[in-house]
């Protein structure tokens, strides 16, 4: 026993040697439950990641790409201003529709979680909530069309009411389209979210609360509000990520006057400039790591969870 | 990586008529081959084609199968994906069924022989448009890539095109047309006589073109012309001046709310035009056709500064060779034999050998179709859906009326990828 710590004193590798193997074994089991998970991500995730990323530094020329570690498409991407400008635009419908949906999302979470009594009755709602997801997203967007167009529902509708002489273009392919159908598609997003952080919250807090004296407003500001902290953030993630990366929609309701960044990696690939939409794949995919990584700052979600 | 590019991109002229068609081919086709006895299944010779070409249609495999017991594989992609594969996996076709300007592009990578012409049996039957860039001896060549400037090399193994006629022929035409202008007669009020007449302040938020670089700034070309704006050396080359003025121009347009929208799917064009969003836009063929199918008024209006064409044809893979290649061109010569041409007249599109096509198409389609005279009967497409009722003309009129006024081919500029870079400028502007 002595002559074993004398041994581990004189020579402190030899008690790391003898002990590897034991807390190897006895990590074992966590390795491998680890492992499906870490296959899947590994091979699905991180590895077209990786190799987005090497693409981004291959040359190419109208039909093939040639292997290389060349910076000019980092510096065709960000040298230029339509770059810039595209990211400014695609922020601002980030930002526009992340603080409707926050509003509209908050407020039709808040009504089901606190204003309908029953259980049944808020499941009932929030079924019909996503009612509109039965049917696919283009379609959603595109129904938009006939609604809004120059010779629309809306408009002929206001004409017919003698309330505008000539029909109103704005309605259609523009910016209000474009917010407008994107705050129709990603509002659950944001529902969803909050509704579950509305739920758990104690219903004690909020008679302990009434019972010192709070009025609505207050405990709106200081109970409901900071404990749906969490909720509205994963909201915010998945809103700021769909918008951020969103061709589609910003394509059919701009009439393709409006760009999206990744609208312009789209375009880049339909010309087979593979390497400079990787490029900007990553550009895109490290600013949204940032908006990420900046809303984990603000909020703690693994309270959430 | 090259591997993996294949991409939804909508539904484009070219794949609109033949996506579907292409897949049912190949059904079509693995279905004869099961069909057959074991030897014979062996025995035959199947011809993989691949291409952006209207022409890829099942009709055409299966008419094919019927005559020469050739089994047609088609595969349809879009035309950036086509140049891509044309080069990179060039074992995986035989025939290449390609535009002109794609095959500018490729022709020079070796992937593509060239033809013998006197293995070519309706050789002098094709139209000397693609001989040497005239339809009659005293048309005006037109700008950009044009058919017979990619048409010949002087002797296999050549990458660089002939400057003439010679006796081999890179690709044998099989389709091409005239676009111009698809406007709404009932909503522009006035006769629309110019391509200029798009940037008209009447039709302010009522106009659009299509955001395809490589054809938008064509057609962006012939509006700047028209405009008296710029007079272009080669609209199918420019200059970085040249691309900075054009692009200018589109970008002021566009900021002062000339256009509605644009568009990048044959889909998108329809819905444009027959909602009454747009007036007046670029626009293929097939879409007018569709607008009008619905009932609703719709012209491809021909203009005085003439037409912006397209052009695509048949290309053999530089592996054939023994019994493929000779089953190549078997299928074609069939292919230029009459049957299809007429197929592909009475779709609005032209055949290369129209005197072969005459034969198979009744003296009423040939009058309506390619001599501009009113139909004595209804018109029908190849499906027996009826186009086009008794006293209809043809818009833009004959055959020689149309192909003899374009201005400017479908083309691959030096500057493309300024061009694009350009272009995307325009549509973030």
């Known amino acids: 026993m002595t002559a074993a710590i004398d041994d581990a004193i004189a020579n402190p590798a030899a008690l790391k040697r003898t002990r590897r193997p034991s807390r190897f074994l006895a990590a074992l089991p966590s390795y491998i439950q680890a492992t499906p998970l870490a296959l899947i991500l590994g091979a699905f995730l991180l590895a077209p990641v990786l190799m987005i990323a090497a693409v981004s530094f291959w040359d190419y020329d109208f039909a093939r790409l040639y292997p290389d570690f060349i910076l000019t498409n980092y510096a065709e991407t960000l040298g230029s201003w339509v770059t810039w400008r595209t990211y400014l635009n695609t922020l601002k419908y980030a930002v526009i529709v992340w603080a409707l949906t926050l509003f509209i999302g908050f407020w039709v979470a808040y009504y089901l979680a606190f204003h309908i009594r029953t259980a049944t009755m808020q499941m009932v709602l ?10 696919s997203n283009i379609i959603r967007m595109i129904s938009w069309i006939p609604v809004l167009g120059r010779n629309g529902l809306v408009n002929t509708t206001l004409i017919e009411l003698g309330i505008v002489p000539a029909p109103i273009t704005w309605l259609l392919y523009s910016d209000f389209a474009v917010v407008l159908a994107m705050v129709h598609l990603y509002t659950l997003f944001m529902v969803t979210p909050i509704f579950n952080t509305l739920m758990r919250i104690d219903r004690s807090l909020v008679e302990a609360a009434r019972d010192a004296g709070a009025n609505g407003w207050q405990i709106l500001c200081n109970i409901i509000l900071p404990l749906a902290k969490p909720g509205m953030a994963i909201g915010t993630i998945f809103v700021v990520t769909l918008v951020m990366a969103d061709f589609t929609t910003v394509q059919v309701m701009s009439g393709g006057q409006s760009a999206s960044v990744a609208l312009m990696m789209r375009n880049q690939m339909s010309l087979l400039q593979y390497p400079a939409a990787a490029a900007n794949a990553v550009v895109l995919l490290v600013v949204v790591l940032f908006m990420v990584a900046g809303i984990l700052r603000v909020v703690d979600i693994r309270k959430e969870l | 990586m090259t591997k993996t590019t294949k991409r939804n991109a909508g539904i484009s002229r070219r794949s609109l008529l033949k996506t579907g068609a292409a897949a049912a081919g190949l059904a079509a086709g693995s279905g004869l081959v099961t069909g057959f006895p074991m030897i014979w299944a062996q025995t035959a010779i199947t011809l993989r084609q691949f291409g952006t070409g209207v022409s890829n249609l099942n009709d055409i495999a299966a008419k094919c199968k019927e005559d020469l017991g050739i089994t047609l594989e088609m595969t349809a992609t879009d035309s950036d994906a086509a140049a891509q594969r044309a080069v990179t996996q060039a074992d995986s076709y035989d025939i290449a069924d390609i535009e002109y300007w794609i095959l500018k592009k490729v022709f020079p990578a070796g992937v593509i022989q060239p033809m013998d012409i006197s293995k070519l049996k309706y050789y002098d039957k094709i139209v000397p448009l693609f ?3 005239k339809l009659t001896p005293d048309s005006v060549i037109a700008q950009g890539t044009a058919p017979h400037t990619v048409g010949f090399v002087e002797k296999p193994g050549d990458t660089t095109f ?4 010679t006796g081999w022929f890179t690709m044998v035409p099989t389709i091409y047309n005239a676009d111009t202008l698809g406007i709404r007669p009932d909503l522009v009020g006035r006769d629309i006589t110019t391509w200029a007449d798009i940037m008209d302040p009447a039709f302010k938020g009522k106009a659009s073109i299509l955001n395809i670089p490589s054809i938008g ?46 568009w990048k799917s044959f889909d998108e064009s329809v819905n444009l035009m027959s909602s009454g969003e747009v007036v007046i836009q670029s626009m293929w063929s097939p879409a007018v056709a569709a607008v009008r199918a619905k009932g609703i008024a719709c012209k491809y209006q021909p203009l005085k500064e003439g037409y912006r064409s397209w052009g695509g044809g048949l290309g053999l893979a530089a592996h054939l060779s023994g019994a493929q ?25 032209y055949s290369a050998a129209m005197d ?5 198409m009744s003296a009423d389609e040939w009058g309506y179709w390619i001599e501009g005279k009113p139909a004595e009967g209804e018109i029908k497409a190849p499906d027996g859906k009826v186009m086009e009722k008794p006293g209809a003309v043809r818009d833009g009129g004959s055959f020689l009326e149309r192909m003899g006024h374009v201005a400017c081919w479908n083309s691959v500029m030096d500057e493309d990828r300024y061009m694009v870079r350009r272009w995307n400028e325009f549509i973030a502007s």
């Open chain 1, 126 to 135: 929030f079924l019909v909530c996503t009612v509109p997801f039965l049917t």
């Open chain 2, 131 to 133: 001989k040497n860039g």
């Open chain 2, 162 to 165: 002939a400057a003439a006629e």
């Open chain 2, 217 to 262: 700034i064509m057609d962006a070309a012939m509006i700047m012309e028209a405009m008296g704006n710029i007079k272009y050396a080669d609209k199918g080359n420019m200059t970085t001046e040249e691309i900075d003025k054009t692009i200018d121009f589109l970008i002021k347009a566009k900021q002062d709310g000339q256009f509605r929208a644009f």
């Open chain 2, 325 to 349: 290649l000779d089953a190549a061109y078997e299928y074609i010569n069939w292919y230029t034999s009459g049957w299809v041409g007429g197929y592909l007249n009475r779709q609005g599109y």
């Open chain 2, 356 to 360: 072969t096509a005459k034969e198979y």
